[in-house]
């Protein structure tokens, strides 16, 4: 059965102080690894997709690493606006279905 | 702006009483989604629709119909709530090319 679960369930950090979130995963035939963040009351907003191990994608303060059983996602620097829930997703079955893991709930204090 | 449109934000339901969730999409997507999130247990498959005309069943329809009006338009019913449908509900889609999913702004839904 495929699965996807991510650690730790909440992480608080002081500004500037650099960490990692991780996903494992579990898939028959990994076709893309997602990356969302998810502010209160708002829904999931797209970050990363990861195709293959090896793969990295940055975007600002965020670096996204895929290896064949789980990807990181790496906060360096953070500030109090990176703030949210992250959440990690893989494709299961046909017709573009994902699964996802519960998410890591991330505070940056000043 | 382009994206994924729900209605209503809130919404308050007795047990029983009936209700349909709305959600429009502009960005001529193929397929569709409907998804639940519930504290501690993320989002959860309810209905998807791979292309105008289709509809199948996620990871939890129990309780749940849906209709794929057009291509825009893909709504999800809940005939007689119960409180363990209280929950968010986020609609979902994706172009037929890939990519990621654009999703709506969610429904808060509680059944007391």
């Known amino acids: 059965e495929d699965q996807v679960t991510q650690s730790p369930e909440a992480l608080r950090l002081q500004e500037g102080e650099s960490s990692s979130l991780n996903c494992s995963y579990t898939?028959?035939?990994?076709?893309?690894l997602f990356w969302y963040r998810q502010d209160p009351g708002k829904g999931p907003e797209f970050l990363f997709t990861l195709y293959s191990a090896g793969e990295e994608k940055e975007k600002e303060r965020l670096k996204a690493t895929l290896t064949k059983k789980e990807s990181f996602l790496h906060i360096t620097a953070p500030k109090p606006e990176d703030s949210a829930t992250y959440l990690c997703?893989?494709?299961?079955?046909?017709?573009?279905?994902?699964?996802f893991g519960a998410g890591t709930r991330l505070a940056v204090h000043p | 702006n382009a994206g994924v449109t729900q209605t209503p934000k809130f919404q308050v339901l007795k047990t029983g009483q009936s209700m349909t969730l709305q959600c429009a999409q502009d960005m001529n997507h193929n397929s569709m989604y409907w998804y639940r999130q519930d504290p501690g247990m993320g989002l959860r498959l309810i209905y998807y629709s791979a292309s105008e005309g289709t509809t199948d069943k996620g990871e939890v329809p129990n309780g749940y119909n849906v209709s794929r009006l057009n291509k825009r338009e893909f709504s999800l019913r809940l005939e007689s709530a119960a409180p363990s449908q209280t929950s968010v509900y986020f609609c979902a889609s994706i172009a037929a090319s890939g990519g990621g999913y654009t999703f709506g702004s969610g429904t808060r839904l509680t059944v007391v």
């Open positions: 997703a893989v494709f299961s079955g046909g017709y573009n279905k994902l699964i």
């Open positions: 898939v028959s035939g990994l076709r893309g």
